[in-house]
């Protein structure tokens, strides 16, 4: 059974930073991609950054790409997003999620991503 732990959210004021962890469990971490995606109230839940099952290939929505930084570590089983320069926009819930499919290339393909997270609030203040 797969299952995709958050931590890390919490409440910063605009231009701080937070660091977001998803632990995985119950298959081998290491042969999937992995994805964040966030959930602003009243908004459609977005792709943030994904990073592929070897750590080679990143992606990123434009509206993080030089303040995001997504990461694993395979010997953890842990997926890392390291948010700086924080704005009020990035409120939101954030989610962790994998899919089903192994070596996928899933990246920022919402719809191929099988497994979730139960998500983290982050709160940014202005």
């Known amino acids: 059974q797969v299952q995709l732990v958050e931590s890390g959210g919490g409440s910063v004021q605009a231009g701080g930073s937070l660091r977001l962890f998803c632990a995985a469990s119950?298959?081998?971490?290491?042969?999937?991609?992995m994805g964040w995606f966030r959930q602003a109230p009243g908004k459609e839940r977005e792709f943030v950054a994904a990073i592929s099952w070897d750590g080679e290939n990143m992606r990123y929505v434009d509206s993080v790409k030089g303040r995001f930084t997504v990461s694993r570590d395979n010997a953890k089983s842990t997926v890392i997003l390291q948010m700086n320069a924080l704005k009020p926009e990035d409120t939101a819930v954030y989610y962790c999620?994998?899919?089903?499919?192994?070596?996928?290339?899933?990246?920022?393909?919402?719809?191929?991503?099988?497994?979730w997270g139960q998500g983290t609030q982050v709160t940014v203040s202005s």
């Open positions: 999620a994998s899919p089903s499919r192994p070596f996928s290339g899933t990246l920022d393909n919402e719809g191929l991503y099988s497994y």
């Open positions: 119950g298959r081998t971490f290491s042969r999937y991609d």
